[in-house]
């Protein structure tokens, strides 16, 4: 998708639905130049908010849907922000279930003013069944207590500091934010259900014995609704190393409040490295990534501190101080 | 799709590798008039082998596709009969991930001749992210140690079981053969991946108290392809009580032998009741199913004990002896 981008934030109530904006400010700050926020908008990026004349003028070519609801579709409110945006003369991204393509409204204008409609999640490759036969290299997945716990970013900061320290590391993105941030993957939620293991034993592929794959987790093992997925890309990843992603603080499921707990960083890490021993016997936790950004440092190191004594495993948060111990006890273990 | 039915048996090695077409001589019996077996088909229900010019005459409207393998394709050897079936006047249905449909040459043919084509795996509806939250009505699902273990014969055996007795039960087909058997529910394999623990709570709906909803399994939560697959169909189906289901001696995961063991049945029952009670706390192992088609009645017998003093739980061979111990047990558990 052609950069820069103005990022889309709609009616996001708060920044945790604005986990593809959020991901690739952060990550491809370079190509961010604005957002675009509907009144009653609840997320903000520190990024200025432009409407699509002005982001024209600042040369941006592409508006990036960068919010997600629960079922992945186009929402009926946004359709008209869209098509204006559009009719400015940008292209449009999403990473949703239901197609731009397929909504005819949007299909139409996009004809009509040559703007180019990029779908990212839907893939268009056909998988294999996972044969479940274990492959060369080494693979760290990262797994949660929950969605939207800091998986993708922990994967992006393993990634980052491996290949800062001269080791061999490949990100591998699962998801529509990781895509757009890398331009390859695949949103293994999109599969058919029948090849979520084979495509994520696709995703990382054999590879030298000293490679590493760090592979985006999604989903949890323990929520109602994405276990499936979750436990699809476990068995397909067969990861050597497993860390287990939470936000400290939280205590319940988003979107299942008064239904679903967070499972403990013990219980979390248990299920998880259990399901991915069926394919990978040697699988083992290796770290706790934990997102402080609702404490001060003092609370965070603490929270840190508390998760490293329940699990015995270094617990880091990337985006804060790094993930410098994670990375040391895994070039001692592996 | 429209009877009387002709069963393509194709190559099948052997009658497992013809599932949907033993489940629909099994369960729909007075509807299939003969066989299609290619020269190497090891193969056989004991129905008459007729060629496209004899089913005509028997009156036969529908060849079904009545083989599956591993990918769920069109296999390149089956098209020219598929073709020639669709020239003598035969509709075609199946259940495959591929749809007849696409593949363009059975689609020409199909178009030239008037024949229909029935493609009842791919389903057309869209579903919501599963919600979690606990539905009214009781439900029954069979798991297994395996894929092809007896999950649909045995689900269907028990609606049969509990329709005799007065007993208010609907069997939920999760597969092509329950669907073509039945002509409703949905291939929960073939659902985006996402959306597999909503399809299956979509399938058993809130009900009277007393209703039970018998639901159909699919694949193994050890299984290294297939367990996502099952983790969101036993997440999404709430079940109150879980029925294990094996074949007697079968050792090695079919298709994985050399990599993957069955696991006992005490771990596959726990493996899969631990799951359940994610989405509904009170979930319990209710019975064990073995399929002792190989073992004479003594050794059947011998096999059954053995299963019931493993799991302390009835064992039944649903074919042979029938469910009655597993309801007897129902009726008072419930």
Request: with cysteine; charged share 20%; hydrophobic share 40%.
């Amino acid at each position: 998708m052609q950069p820069p981008f103005l990022l889309f934030l709609g009616d996001a109530p708060d920044s945790s639905w604005a986990k593809t904006a959020s991901g690739l400010a952060q990550w491809r700050a370079k190509d961010c130049y604005g957002q675009y926020r509907l009144p009653n908008c609840g997320a903000d990026l520190n990024l200025p908010d432009l409407n699509f004349e002005e982001a024209r003028a600042k040369g941006i070519k592409t508006m990036v849907i960068g919010i997600a609801n629960d079922g992945g579709f186009i929402a009926p409110n946004w359709i008209e922000h869209i098509i204006s945006a559009l009719k400015a003369g940008l292209n449009i991204a999403a990473g949703l279930h239901e197609r731009l393509e397929d909504n005819a409204q949007i299909a139409a204008v996009a004809k009509e003013t040559g703007g180019v409609l990029y779908d990212l999640r839907r893939p268009n490759m056909k998988f294999n069944s996972g044969n479940g036969i274990k492959r060369s290299g080494k693979r760290l997945l990262t797994v949660g207590t929950d969605c939207a716990v800091g998986k993708k970013y922990t994967a992006l900061s393993i990634e980052k500091e491996m290949l800062e320290r001269g080791l061999n590391a490949t990100f591998c993105p699962t998801g529509q934010t990781g895509i757009m941030i890398t331009g390859r993957g695949i949103a293994i939620d999109s599969v058919v259900a029948d090849f979520i293991a084979g495509a994520a034993e696709w995703l990382s592929p054999e590879a030298d014995e000293n490679h590493w794959h760090i592979i985006e987790g999604q989903g949890a093992l323990l929520h109602p609704a994405y276990a499936g997925v979750t436990l699809g890309l476990v068995h397909g990843s067969q990861p050597d190393a497993i860390i287990v992603c939470h936000e400290a603080g939280r205590k319940e499921l988003v979107g299942y409040e008064g239904y679903y707990n967070c499972p403990s960083l013990t219980d979390a890490l248990a299920i998880h490295v259990n399901a991915a021993r069926l394919t990978n016997p040697n699988s083992k936790g290796i770290g706790v990534s934990l997102n402080t950004s609702s404490l001060n440092d003092a609370q965070a190191k603490d929270a840190l501190k508390r998760a490293e004594d329940e699990t015995g495993l270094p617990a880091c948060d990337p985006l804060r101080w790094g993930v410098g111990a994670i990375i040391d006890k895994l070039v001692v273990e592996f």
